[in-house]
């Protein structure tokens, strides 16, 4: 199969933590430094410059944060053979960028970081509140105007479940259809922060971030709760309200049938 | 009064967040940049350069954040009559530094931010895991080593209440006496993240961070939980533990017997 490691090479899962700020998100791109260039570095020092490969569970974009993301490296079967190894020297040799390992683990025959994954969560921060981000910089949506929080959550209600989310799909999106699951799109709010947490199998391009933008509109006033049901039944992205900034995201974690990481080979 | 604004002059009472990454602290110094001076240089701008002073309820040490620090501003009595033009105005002024204004009222006559004060509350925030901190990067002490939160309550609760500090007070405190009362020294974890909130009316040089830096002994059990009553009793800085790092403390919130921003002319 394709997605098999390479004959010689032997697959790990990883478990990431990264700062976007500044980055151009996962994939490697000409105009600035992606997690997956700084990753595959680090990991080539580790192993001395051998080849190896990478894949993600979920691009993320520019700014866009990371707490639990999952990724599978494919490195010489004889190059490492222990995940705490892996975990704390990839994590080393990052330094002093804002990205390391959290949990790394030999992976299962046949199993693939993105295919294999059955649910991405996602986390979107509004700071709610007059003064501009000091503490959380670079990791909230600033705004200013109160969020009604209730009316936010009764606008998310109409939006779980399996519809046609063209609505909220950037132009950009490379997904073969715009149907998806929403298990959870979850709204409170504690002080001033308002969380809006997400789960699906998988996401559109910037659908979290657009779900935020119009929840956004919601939460000010602007519009009904009920005004989100006929968005999402329009099926026109010109409809739905604007792409929340990438600084307020962060992909918490990604599902698998099995923990990859709860092994005992692993290190976490 | 000395304490009163001078002849000419109002008093503003103001709320202040600032990330203290890379400054000095609270202070004016000559060798770096302090929050002092970033807001007398702010406030400045916003009164076309006339006179003003600023004091604090409190010093922070360099590399120590506060969420709700406060603090006095003395203005010219018809430079600026508005508190929302006070909070946004030096916030603006402020940028593109991480300190912001989240609060401003008039003060009440006789108020001072330091004297006034009743209590103060700090949080010492330790990231309790293998991997070092990525999206919490100067904002917490990292411990690798499991942390027994159980023990470091039960060690916690023999500091609570009025006693000499001696042995939690660095050499160059300025205080007159080491006896403080200590109502609040609670510690918590939720995940990967451990807490210590604690509340005094006043504190020592360096008291919330020695105290911290006990903990994490008992913590890693190194010490038993009652090991800190016998270093307390011992009076003599040389029984306690090392000082935590600036980073992992923030300044939450001081308390007066009045709330000088619940006023209808404050802007909050």
Known sequence: MADDPAPGFRRWALKLEYDGTGLVGWQRQNNGVSVQELLESAAARLIGGRPLSSATAGRTDAGVHAAGMVVQLDLPDDAVTDA????????????????????????????????SATSRAYRYTILNRPTRPVLQMNHVWHVRRPLDVEAMREGAALLIGRHDFSSFRAAACQASGPVRTLDVLDVRREGEIVTI????????????????????????????????????????????????????????????????????????
């Open 84 to 115: 705490r190894q892996i975990r704390d020297g990839i994590s080393f040799h990052l330094k002093p960028h804002r990205v390391a390992i959290l949990a790394a683990a030999p992976a299962a025959p046949g199993w693939h970081a993105r295919f």
């Open 197 to 268: 947490d997400a789960m699906a199998r998988s996401f559109l391009h910037h659908q979290v971030r657009n779900l935020a933008g119009s929840l956004q509109l919601v939460g000010i006033g602007q519009w009904s709760p009920a005004k989100l049901g006929a968005v999402l039944a329009a099926c026109d992205r010109r409809q739905a309200g604007p792409t929340a900034p990438s600084e307020g995201l962060c992909l918490t974690a990604v599902g698998y049938p099995a923990d990859p990481f709860s092994a005992g080979t692993s290190a976490s």
